[in-house]
C-alpha cells in the first residue's frame, strides 16, 4: 500500500479542519478528508437557521471543496444515529437526571475520538486530526502523551478534551495548535481556501437557539413539574422540570419575594428547584468523579493545580484531595461559584499552568 | 492501477458508440418533429434505434418502444401510467421488498396517492418464489412489478413464470430489466411481459436515455405533458444522438452476450472463490446459480461497509454497497435486510460487479489487497479505546 504517511483529517466545512488537512497535505501526509453527517438532513434542510450551524449539507459542501482543491479524498459518513445516541441521549439524560452536560466532551470521546478514530486506523490512517485548538506533546520521562492549552489562549479547547485516554492522544494531531485563530484564516485564505472567513460555530451545534425549547420539544413529556423551595423548605414557585434549570441560574425562575434567588440544587429524588441567595452559591469545595488524567497517571496524594469548571472561565487555584472510589475533592484556595453538577472540572499544573493534568466531572 | 468493479452501477461507454452517436451531436442536429431535412434525418435516425431496441427485445411492433430519459422515467412512466389507466379494474399494486428505489418510490407515491401496495418477501438466497407471487393476487390487483435481475445480489426472480400468470389473470404486468437488458436474453414474449424497462449506461451506452416497452393494447396514461412524441406517451424533443448510442451499445452486447457472460462468470468465481477461501466470516449473499454472471456481493463478518468501501477506494478499487444517498453517504441496503441479514451480525456486505474492461490481472490484485484491509479494519473496530470517562447515564 501507500509510502506516504495516511492521516484522516475530520473535516467540518470550517477553517480550523479545511487548514489542518492543508497543513498535513503540505507536510506530505496522504491526506483523507471525512465529513460526519451527524444531524437529519431534513431537520438541516427545513431550518434555516439549522442550515447555517455545524455539518448542515452546505458544511458538507465546503468541506467537500475544500478537500477537491487540495486534491485529496473526501468521505461523508452517516453518523447521524450514533450522534443521537452517544452524544443529544446523552445530554438529554443529563439535564433529566438534574445535571449540566457537556455535549462537546462527549462527541470528542466517543464519536470523533471514538467510533471515528476507529474507522481511521481501520482505514491505515496512523493518525487522526481534527482543528481543535489545542497541543499535544510527548513526555519522554514520564512515557505519557500530554495536552497543553493552545498558543492562542482566547480559543483554547483543552478543556474539551480532558476525556482522551493515552491511545486516542497517541494518534491524534492538532494541526492548528500552535496557531491564532488570525493566523489560521491568514493562511487559510493565502492558500486560496474558500472557507478563510467563515464564521466561527457557535454554542452546540444540534440546538439551535435555547437548550430549553430542544428539550420541551424532544423530550416534553417526560418533564415533570415541581416545587421551587428555599434552603429552608418553604415553597417559593413551581418548576416546570428539572431538566429546564442549571446550578448558578438566575433568571427564568419566575419567583418573587426578596430576591435576587439563584438555583443551589437541583434535587432529582424529590423532584425539586432549591433556590437561594447569592452568598449560597460561594464554596470552598466540590467534589468531582469519574476522573480522567493526562499528564498524571493517577491522583494519590493531594497536590495543588489549577481548576476550571466552566469554559471561557479563568482557571482558579484549588488543592486536588484523592478521596475513596476515585472521587476528587477540589477545594479552592478563594472560595468560588458553585459549579453546576455534571459539567466538567478540568486541572492544570499548578506551575506550568498550559499543562492540563487531567479533569473530572462535578459530582452532585 | 486503478479497478473498476462496480459495473452495475453504471459502465463506461465503448467508443463505438460515442461514433455512432458523433454525427447526432454535431451536424445532425435536427429535431425530429421538424419537415424540413434536418428533421427527417433526426427522425430517420430515431426509428432505426427503435427498430433496434424492438429487434433486440423480440418486440413485433417497434411502435411499442418508447425512449425517455432513464430506467427511472421507465419505471415511473410504467407504473404510474399503468396503475392509472387500470384503477377502473382495481388499486392494488403488487412488487417485491427488494426492488430498486425507482420502483420502491414510485410505489410509494401511488400509495399516497390512494393505490395499496403489496412487497412480496425474498428469501434467504434471494428468491422469489412464483408461489408467493399468486398468493399475493386479488381480485383488485391492477398491476404487477418486478426486476428481472436484482442490482445488488444479481438474484434472477422468475419472470416467464409471473408473466404466465399476470396474463390469465389479465393484470397488467411491469419488469424492470435495467440489469438485464444486454446481458441475459430479454425478450418480451418468452417473458410474458407487458411493460419492461431498459436503460442506456448499464450497457455501455450513454447516460440520460433508457426505454419502456409498452405491449401493444395496453392502457397507459402519459407522466409527462406537452408535445405529440411518441405517439403522445413521453411528450419532450427526443434526444437523438442518445437513443442512437442506445441502440449501437444495445447491437453490441447482444452481439458479443453468449461469449462475455462466460467470461466474466469465469472471472467473478474466481474472485469469490478467492474471497471466501482467504478470508474468514466471508459470506455470499444470494443464490449461487439463479444470479447475473457478473456480481458478486458478500459480506464480511466484524467489518462494516463503509470502512470497507473507503478503504478498497483509497487502493484505487471501486465497489458499491447498500444504496448511495445525495450526501455520498450510505444507507443500510433493504435488499439484504429483506433476505435476513443484519449488518451488526453478518457484518458489511460490498456488492463487486464485473464487465467489459475487467482482467484477470484485476482480480489477482483484489486478492491481494483484500484480506490486509478486512484484517486491519477488524482489528480497529475490535481495538477498544478504554470506556469514555464522562458518562450522564
Not at chain 1, 225 to 232: F, H, N, S, Y
Not at chain 2, 46 to 55: G, T
Not at chain 2, 337 to 345: D, K, N, Q, S, W
Request: hydrophobic share 40%; net charge neutral.
Amino acid at each position: 500500500m501507500g509510502t506516504r504517511r495516511r492521516v484522516v483529517v475530520a473535516m467540518s466545512g470550517g477553517v480550523d479542519s479545511s487548514l489542518a488537512a492543508a497543513l498535513l497535505a503540505e507536510q506530505g501526509f496522504e491526506v483523507v478528508g471525512i465529513t460526519l453527517r451527524l444531524l437529519p438532513s431534513r431537520r438541516a434542510a427545513n431550518d434555516l437557521e439549522r442550515f447555517d450551524s455545524c455539518c448542515s449539507p452546505r458544511d458538507v459542501e465546503d468541506a467537500r471543496l475544500v478537500a477537491s482543491h487540495l486534491g485529496v479524498p473526501h468521505y461523508v459518513l452517516n453518523y447521524e444515529q450514533e450522534f443521537d445516541r452517544e452524544v443529544i441521549g446523552e445530554f438529554a439524560a443529563a439535564y433529566m437526571g438534574g445535571r449540566t452536560p457537556n455535549p462537546c466532551i462527549l462527541c470528542n470521546g466517543r464519536v470523533k475520538f471514538g467510533s471515528l478514530l476507529r474507522r481511521a486506523l481501520g482505514l491505515g490512517a496512523e493518525f487522526m486530526a481534527t482543528g481543535h485548538y489545542a497541543r499535544i506533546d510527548y513526555d519522554c520521562k514520564g512515557g505519557r502523551y500530554r495536552l497543553r492549552r493552545a498558543r492562542d489562549s482566547r480559543k483554547d479547547q483543552s478543556y474539551f478534551l480532558y476525556g482522551l485516554a493515552q491511545a486516542q492522544l497517541a494518534r491524534a494531531l492538532f494541526p492548528v495548535g500552535e496557531m491564532t485563530k488570525e493566523q489560521v484564516r491568514e493562511r487559510a485564505a493565502a492558500l486560496g481556501l474558500k472557507v478563510a472567513a467563515k464564521p466561527d460555530s457557535q454554542e452546540i451545534c444540534f440546538v439551535s437557539g435555547d437548550y430549553r425549547s430542544f428539550l420541551r420539544e424532544r423530550y416534553g413529556d417526560r418533564l415533570r413539574p415541581g416545587a421551587i423551595k428555599d434552603g429552608a423548605g418553604k415553597v417559593l414557585g413551581q418548576h416546570q422540570g428539572l431538566a429546564l434549570y442549571t446550578v448558578g441560574q438566575r433568571n427564568g425562575l419566575g419567583i418573587g419575594g426578596d430576591g435576587p434567588f439563584y438555583v443551589v440544587r437541583l434535587d432529582g429524588k424529590a423532584n425539586e428547584v432549591v433556590v437561594g441567595k447569592a452568598d449560597e452559591l460561594l464554596r470552598r469545595e466540590f467534589v468531582a468523579e469519574k476522573p480522567n488524567f493526562v499528564a498524571w497517571d493517577r491522583l494519590t496524594e493531594e497536590r495543588p493545580a489549577h481548576v476550571m469548571v466552566r469554559y471561557r472561565q479563568p482557571a482558579a487555584p484549588a488543592d486536588l484531595i484523592p478521596l475513596q472510589g476515585g472521587q476528587i475533592r477540589v477545594r479552592w484556595r478563594e472560595p468560588q461559584r458553585l459549579p453546576a453538577p455534571g459539567q466538567a472540572a478540568v486541572f492544570y499544573d499548578a506551575s506550568e499552568p498550559d499543562l492540563l493534568v487531567g479533569g473530572a466531572t462535578v459530582a452532585q | 492501477m486503478r479497478i473498476y468493479l462496480d459495473h452495475n452501477a453504471t459502465t463506461p461507454m465503448r467508443p463505438e458508440v460515442l461514433e455512432a452517436m458523433r454525427p447526432y451531436l454535431e451536424a445532425r442536429f435536427g429535431n425530429a418533429n421538424s419537415i424540413h431535412s434536418w428533421g427527417r434525418e433526426a427522425k430517420r435516425a430515431l426509428e432505426e434505434a427503435r427498430e433496434v431496441i424492438a429487434s433486440a427485445l423480440g418486440a413485433r411492433d417497434k411502435e411499442s418502444i418508447v425512449f425517455v430519459s432513464s430506467g427511472t422515467e421507465a419505471d415511473n412512466l410504467a407504473l404510474k401510467g399503468a396503475a392509472w389507466a387500470a384503477r377502473g379494474r382495481g388499486r392494488h399494486i403488487v412488487t417485491s421488498a427488494v426492488e430498486h428505489h425507482a420502483v420502491i418510490n414510485t410505489c410509494r407515491s401511488l400509495e399516497e396517492q390512494g393505490f395499496e401496495v403489496t412487497h412480496l418477501p425474498v428469501d434467504g438466497e434471494g428468491l422469489l418464489h412464483p408461489d408467493t407471487v399468486m398468493r399475493s393476487l386479488r381480485t383488485d390487483t391492477s398491476a404487477i412489478s418486478l426486476m428481472h435481475a436484482n442490482n445488488e445480489t444479481g438474484v434472477i426472480f422468475p419472470i416467464a413464470e409471473v408473466g404466465h400468470l399476470a396474463r390469465q389473470r389479465g393484470i397488467v404486468f411491469h419488469a424492470d430489466a435495467v440489469q438485464t437488458f444486454g446481458r441475459l436474453p430479454v425478450g418480451v414474449e418468452s417473458l410474458g411481459v407487458d411493460l419492461l424497462s431498459l436503460s442506456g449506461h448499464k450497457i455501455y451506452g450513454p447516460k440520460g436515455i433508457g426505454a419502456l416497452y409498452v405491449r401493444p393494447g395496453t392502457k397507459m396514461v402519459p407522466c409527462m405533458h406537452g408535445g405529440q412524441q411518441e405517439r403522445g406517451r413521453r411528450a419532450g424533443t427526443e434526444n437523438i444522438a442518445a437513443a442512437v448510442g442506445l441502440a449501437r451499445a444495445a447491437e453490441l452486447c447482444v452481439e458479443s452476450m453468449q461469449l462475455e457472460a462466460e467470461r466474466v462468470r469465469s472471472l467473478r468465481d474466481r474472485l469469490e472463490r478467492g474471497i471466501l477461501s482467504r478470508i474468514e466470516g466471508a459470506r455470499r449473499n444470494g443464490h449461487r446459480e439463479r444470479r447475473l454472471a457478473n456480481t458478486s456481493n458478500i459480506s464480511f463478518q466484524g467489518a462494516d461497509e463503509e470502512s470497507l468501501i473507503l478503504a478498497l477506494d483509497l487502493e484505487g478499487v471501486a465497489v458499491a454497497a447498500g444504496a448511495a444517498c445525495t450526501s455520498g453517504s450510505l444507507e443500510p441496503s433493504h435488499v439484504l435486510e429483506a433476505m435476513g441479514r443484519r449488518p451488526e451480525i453478518d457484518g458489511g456486505a460490498l456488492r463487486f460487479s464485473l464487465g467489459a474492461g475487467t482482467t484477470e490481472a484485476e482480480i489477482e490484485r483484489v486478492l491481494d489487497l483484500l484480506p490486509t484491509v478486512v484484517e486491519r479494519i477488524r482489528a480497529a473496530a475490535g481495538s477498544s479505546h478504554p470506556e469514555p470517562a464522562l458518562t450522564y447515564r
